[in-house]
Nanobody, 126 residues
Framework: QLQLVESGGGLVQPGGSLRLSCAGS????????IGWFRQAPGKEREGVSC???????????YYSDSVKGRFTISRDNAKKAVYLQMNSLKPEDTAVYYC????????????????WGQGTQVTVSS
């Protein structure tokens, strides 16, 4: 069955960096767009970034305005993994980060099939 497992979160000081990983299994990884979402305490889950599948508009990426220029998404289909490199982290980036298969990589990205995973906690604090 489909499974996406997030890892790489932690505690980092403002201005620091983290690299999140998303490992997929149980589905054909390379034909699906993958997105990163985050949910801060008391807030709704929001789409942060996504990357298209290997077909069609291969390599297309999207970033929300709040992370554009600081975060970089990439994928390694051979390893069935998607990464989110997060630089210049700010306290407002503090959240649980989730990855998911998305219907399409676009500003209004939404989760496609499968359940949400456990996520990985990112805390930016001095």
């Amino acid at each position: 069955q489909l499974q996406l497992v997030e890892s790489g979160g932690g505690l980092v000081q403002p201005g620091g960096s983290l690299r999140l990983s998303c490992a997929g299994s149980g589905f054909i990884f390379n034909v699906n767009a993958i997105g990163w979402f985050r949910q801060a305490p008391g807030k709704e889950r929001e789409g942060v970034s996504c990357i298209s599948s290997s077909a069609g508009s291969a390599g297309y990426t999207y970033y929300s305005d709040s992370v554009k220029g600081r975060f970089t998404i990439s994928r390694d289909n051979a390893k069935k993994a998607v990464y989110l490199q997060m630089n210049s982290l700010k306290p407002e980036d503090t959240a649980v980060y989730y990855c998911a298969v998305v219907v399409s990589c676009s500003p209004g990205m939404s989760k496609s099939f499968g359940s949400w995973g456990q996520g990985t906690q990112v805390t930016v604090s001095s």
